[in-house]
């Protein structure tokens, strides 16, 4: 009994258990990102999370054996995952995808680092939080909110009222309703070209913005479209 209780409580049995934990809550939230075919996945995830639980065990062990400071180590690994989180961004048009992915790296790397300090309950229990974010947290956002607000500034060189019938046009085609249209280089007679700032909401189900915004930029006489974060 004193021989299992002996191995059991040893660095090395310790350290084989929190890596396998790792790699199986790791790549957990990883399956789950997979399945919404995001740009990094299991084994993404997997790796991030059991390299986080290696690079804990690591600074555990030279502290042992060298007397430093154990969390020197884990702290180079938060600042660098940044590097790992950023390769997931992408740019997509108009819009920017992969926040949600990196963000979750990020948490897979702390739920190692907690796994690699012996904090199981900490870990097991982020994983299950941050799984349900992931998985559900959209169907509460879209009971509570269905529209969003649509903000552009549109640059027209010439034939400024022929230019904002067809944007009109346009707007009422993908069902945004138009709330508010404000010409704001009217009075000065020297400006080469007039702006347009245009403020209108719109159903997110099956709202094709970057479609919307490409077809706007493609009318006849328009310079620019910026999209304003509402």
């Known amino acids: 009994m004193e021989?299992?209780?002996l191995v059991v409580n040893s660095f090395w049995f310790q350290a084989i258990i929190k890596l396998i934990l790792g790699f199986v809550l790791a790549g957990i939230i990883g399956l789950e990102r997979s399945s919404w075919s995001k740009p990094a996945g299991f084994r993404t995830h997997a790796l991030v999370?059991?390299?986080a639980v290696l690079i804990m065990l690591c600074g555990e062990y030279m502290s042992k054996l060298y007397d430093i400071d154990p969390s020197r180590i884990p702290a180079q690994l938060l600042s660098g995952i940044g590097f790992i989180g950023a390769g997931t961004i992408l740019r997509d048009g108009f819009n920017v995808k992969g926040l949600t992915t990196a963000?979750?790296?990020l948490a897979v790397t702390c739920i190692g680092l907690s796994i690699g300090a012996g904090f199981y309950l900490g870990g097991i229990l982020t994983t299950l939080i941050v799984y349900i974010i992931l998985s559900y947290s959209y169907k509460i956002s879209d009971k509570l909110d269905h529209?969003?607000?649509l903000e552009l500034d549109i640059r027209i060189?010439?034939?400024v009222n022929e230019a904002l019938d067809n944007i009109e046009e346009c707007l009422t085609k993908y069902n945004v309703e138009i709330k508010q249209i404000k010409r704001q280089n009217k009075e000065d007679k020297e400006a080469k070209?007039?702006?347009?700032?245009?403020i209108g909401h719109y159903n997110k189900r099956g709202f094709k913005k970057n479609e919307l915004l490409k077809n706007i930029t493609s009318i006849e006489n328009i310079e620019e479209v910026l999209e304003e974060e509402s």
């Open 3 to 5: 021989i299992i209780l």
């Open 49 to 51: 999370g059991i390299s």
């Open 103 to 105: 963000a979750g790296l």
């Open 147 to 149: 529209f969003n607000i």
């Open 157 to 159: 060189n010439k034939k």
């Open 193 to 198: 070209s007039e702006t347009i700032h245009i």
